[in-house]
């Protein structure tokens, strides 16, 4: 895993300077530490510098920020992340070090090599080692289910927003995140319970066996992941919402009327089949801003821009099908899709059936 982790770092450091570069790197510096540490442990190096034991546990607690200011970076509008988020990140690690302050001054070298033997470790002084390990574990299960929970968070927004302004989000939605941030959660929530089950003296049946291998699965996919995914630049990202809900501005008349332009865009220009169609572009064809659009698509028609430009492209499809020839793949890129994934989930969507089974149908029928 350091092997692994470390070529990916190397790659990172030849990579553009982009926000999103640098806080990939710093996380996988982060993991080098972590990693490192736990090496330093179970390898039994210890014993060369008993005064470095513990020395990645601070570290550890900005593994959960690390992950949320990588997301942050390849997803979000804003150009910084705010000083309470960055005061609420580096809080964990000074929790941590201040808890360690006694087994740092208070337990010499010598000692903290006597602890790792039941024979010679002193009572009282192991009661400070298990106690600091304990609150460095409970940090760090609280600082990376916040920022986890805040990655989901943003994740979700993000999409949503994209949603509203292009047709194509696959590129720019990081939908691969979101299963990584459950795997990484489960993984970190269990090597939390098994380094403070290992400090207790207690082992169970997968004890350093399952969850390596597990850790490996999750970095690998990780890495492979961050590292394919392209720079989405600002301009295609999702803007930030207002705090509170937005209300109807446009009378009635006025929706239906731009409700009327949309549909003949669609129907009669056939604006749904342009591969890379956007709400900018999409105002410009039919002469109305982008937020007239926005408005009547959530408050006239109840839905969004990416779901209203797909509906024409399974109505299209749907046609498209009929002509069994057709490979679907075809039948996909003929009405505007980009992928045949993103067209399968699609029209699956809409009519609740995948292009093969629908196609199935029609001919029994």
């Not at 400090?199 to 969850?211: D, E, P, Y």
């Not at 572009?281 to 821009?305: D, G, P, R």
């Not at 299209?316 to 793949?329: F, N, P, S």
Request: aromatic residues 12%; hydrophobic residues 50%.
């Amino acid at each position: 895993m350091i092997g692994m982790t470390l070529i990916a770092l190397l790659d990172v450091f030849k990579r553009p300077k982009e926000r999103q570069n640098i806080f990939l790197g710093g996380l996988l510096v982060l993991l080098l530490i972590h990693l490192a540490g736990e090496l330093f442990i179970y390898t039994g190096a210890y014993v060369h510098a008993p005064s470095l034991a513990g020395a990645q546990l601070p570290f550890r607690a900005l593994l959960g920020p690390a992950l949320y200011f990588y997301a942050h970076a390849a997803m979000s509008s804003d150009k910084a992340i705010g000083k309470k988020l960055w005061l609420t990140a580096l809080s964990g690690p000074l929790l941590v070090v201040a808890a360690m302050l006694p087994f740092i001054v208070m337990i010499s070298p010598a000692e903290k090599l006597a602890l790792a033997n039941p024979a010679t470790r002193d009572p009282q002084l192991w009661q400070i080692a298990i106690s600091t390990c304990l609150f460095a574990t409970c940090i760090f299960i609280f600082y990376t289910a916040l920022f986890l929970m805040m990655a989901l968070k943003l994740h979700h927004s993000h999409r949503q927003q994209l949603m509203e302004r292009f047709s194509d989000i696959q590129q720019r939605s990081l939908d691969w995140l979101r299963p990584i941030l459950y795997l990484w959660g489960a993984v970190w929530l269990m090597f939390a319970i098994e380094f403070s089950l290992n400090a207790l003296g207690w082992r169970w049946f997968g004890s350093g066996t399952l969850l390596p291998v597990l850790e490996a699965i999750a970095l690998a996919v990780f890495i492979q992941s961050a590292l394919n995914q392209k720079f989405i630049k600002r301009s295609e990202r999702g803007q930030p919402r207002a705090k509170k809900a937005r209300e109807a501005l446009l009378s009635s008349e006025k929706m239906q009327q731009v409700a009327a332009k949309l549909e003949r865009a669609m129907l009669e220009d056939k604006l749904f089949l342009q591969e890379n169609i956007s709400l900018n572009k999409l105002s410009e064809a039919v002469a109305e801003t982008e937020n007239h659009i926005s408005e009547t698509l959530s408050q006239f028609l109840h839905t969004n821009f990416f779901q209203f430009i797909n509906s024409f492209r399974v109505e299209a499809a749907k046609e498209a099908l009929q002509d069994k020839d057709k490979l679907i793949t075809s039948v996909a890129y003929e009405v505007g899709f980009n992928s045949k994934s993103t067209f399968n989930t699609a029209f699956k969507k809409y009519t609740g059936y995948s292009p093969s089974a629908y196609r199935n149908q029609l001919q029994q029928n």
